[in-house]
């Protein structure tokens, strides 16, 4: 009888154990209530190696129904060297960029040649929603910010 309790007593503690981890996941700090954030879809329009920028760039072009995000890493000493746009999120008029980078590994053979890794992505207006002028911020895949630029 006393086992039957004590794993009763058990089983309750791991379900609000689970529950209480489960709100802390949910309500991460740091967040607004309330906020309007989603995946934005996007679609990549070119991916280079030698891309036309010779310093690392963000460059937002604005269309009449789109933008044009082109991400550069700038010159590099050989390949091996990328640039990927892993999603894009907007959480009010705040569309992030989320940016992985990947460079060769030390023991790879690579070709010595000058590269300029870029990436251009499009995302529709239509994909924004409401949001009249935007902000674009570029974070890597740990979540620093790189850039930001818009209003």
């Given at each position: 009888?006393?086992?039957?309790?004590?794993?009763?007593?058990?089983?309750?503690?791991?379900?609000?154990?689970?529950?209480?981890?489960?709100?802390f996941a949910f309500f991460q700090p740091g967040s607004e209530e309330g906020v309007d954030k989603r995946v934005v879809e996007f679609t990549v329009i070119e991916k280079?190696?030698?891309?036309?920028?010779?310093?690392p760039?963000?460059?937002?072009?604005?269309?009449?129904d789109f933008f044009d995000i082109t991400i550069s890493r700038g010159e590099k000493p050989t390949s091996g060297y990328g640039v990927e746009v892993t999603r894009v999120t907007r959480e009010g008029k705040n569309i992030t960029i989320w940016l992985r980078f990947s460079d060769p590994a030390p023991e790879e053979f690579v070709t010595q040649v000058i590269t300029h890794p870029q990436i251009t992505i499009r995302i529709k207006r239509d994909a924004?929603?409401?949001?009249?002028?935007?902000?674009?911020?570029?974070?890597?895949?740990?979540?620093?910010?790189?850039e930001k630029s818009g209003s």
């Open positions: 009888m006393k086992d039957i309790k004590n794993m009763y007593i058990i089983f309750w503690v791991l379900i609000i154990t689970i529950f209480i981890l489960g709100l280079e190696v030698h891309g036309e920028y010779k310093e760039s963000y460059i937002v072009k604005e269309g009449e924004l929603k409401e949001v009249t002028n935007p902000v674009f911020i570029f974070k890597n895949s740990e979540g620093k910010l790189l």
